[in-house]
Antibody, heavy 121, light 110 residues
């Protein structure tokens, strides 16, 4: 049974780099045909897809974030990561990790519980 | 500004039927499946409708979805207090090569 768990610092200073990890259990991040995604939700706001990485290691990013976001796989440790440099207060959000297939969400696949990241000095 | 347009709020009394709309374009809803997520405060979203109209196991048959052209809708019949939540539509956008979400609709059961 798939389980995802986000981890990382809950507080990041402005201009620094936000780094999060999603630990995967019940599957491997190099398992075909899956994609591994990061989605965030600013306080009181809607959902924003940040990007996904295919099991082969090919990433796909939200055009609105391109150039800032990097998603990578660590197949040996079965997790994937998010890196967002030069953060501002606008990056304060709950960050979720999730799994999907090409252009589809799998209804039985739960998202991670989410982790709140606050950008503040 | 979200790529998909939803009403910010919807409401109904217990037992009523409510419909939430989701409007997009030919590059997203017009050519791809629509998904509906239900989110309770402080929890992660969960799929309540997938592939336009399919219900996951455990979702009551009071929930139904449809898609026509560049719009989709989620209908909840026989409203119950436990249906009170935020609902988001989502689909893939072929032009953006990105998942896009609606802004979300807060459903209140009066």
């Amino acid at each position: 049974q798939l389980q995802l768990q986000e981890s990382g610092p809950g507080l990041v200073k402005p201009s620094e780099t936000l780094s999060l990890r999603c630990t995967v259990s019940g599957d491997s991040v190099d398992s075909s045909p899956y994609y591994w995604a990061w989605i965030r939700q600013a306080p009181g706001r809607g959902l924003e897809w940040m990007g996904s990485i295919r099991y082969t290691g090919t990433p796909y990013y939200n055009p609105s974030l391109r150039g800032r976001v990097t998603i990578s796989l660590d197949t040996s440790k079965s997790h994937f990561s998010l890196r967002l440099p030069s953060v501002t207060a606008a990056d304060t959000a709950v960050y979720y990790c999730a799994r999907h297939i090409k252009k589809q969400w799998v209804p039985a696949d739960p998202w991670g519980q989410g982790t709140l990241v606050t950008v503040s000095s | 500004q979200s790529v998909l347009t939803q009403p910010p709020s919807a409401s109904g009394t217990a037992g009523q039927r409510v419909t939430i709309s989701c409007s997009g374009s030919s590059s997203n809803i017009g050519g791809n499946y629509v998904y509906w997520f239900q989110q309770f405060p402080g929890t992660a979203p969960k799929v309540c409708i997938y592939r336009d109209e399919q219900r996951p196991s455990g979702v009551p048959d009071r929930f139904s979805g449809s898609r026509s052209g560049t719009s989709a809708s989620l209908a909840i019949g026989g409203l119950r207090p436990e249906d009170e939540a935020d609902y988001y539509c989502a689909t893939w956008d072929d032009s953006l090569s990105a998942w896009v979400f609606g802004g979300g609709t807060k459903l209140t059961v009066l």
